[in-house]
Nanobody, 115 residues
């Protein structure tokens, strides 16, 4: 069983910042594309951002400029820095590891942005 361990969620006011972390097993982290998705109440899960093992990043268009994904290969950890947070960013954020047809998910971490 592959475990992706997320941390860093919480409650923040509008305009604030949070940094999410996701630790993965080293054998997974070194090969897989790591990413973040989110799911707001009553909505489908959506892509936030991904970063490949080579460091190439991808973002949802609506989040470019506010969110930054990064990975620390020594710690086998992927981060999501979220700035200028808005109430509509409120959601459960899930860490994801993907390689071709194999996908693993974290348990999710709640992010709540108060107005």
């Amino acid at each position: 069983q592959v475990q992706l361990v997320e941390s860093g969620g919480g409650l923040v006011q509008t305009g604030g910042s949070l940094r999410l972390s996701c630790a993965a097993p080293r054998n997974i982290f070194s090969l897989y594309t790591m990413g973040w998705y989110r799911q707001a109440p009553g909505k489908q899960r959506e892509l936030v951002s991904t970063v490949t093992s080579a460091g190439y990043t991808n973002y949802a268009d609506s989040l470019k400029g506010r969110f930054t994904i990064s990975r620390d290969n020594r710690k086998s950890t992927v981060y999501l820095q979220m700035n200028s947070l808005k109430p509509e960013d409120t959601a459960i954020y899930y860490c994801n590891a993907n390689l071709y047809t194999v996908t693993y998910w974290g348990q999710g971490t709640q992010v709540t942005v108060s107005s």
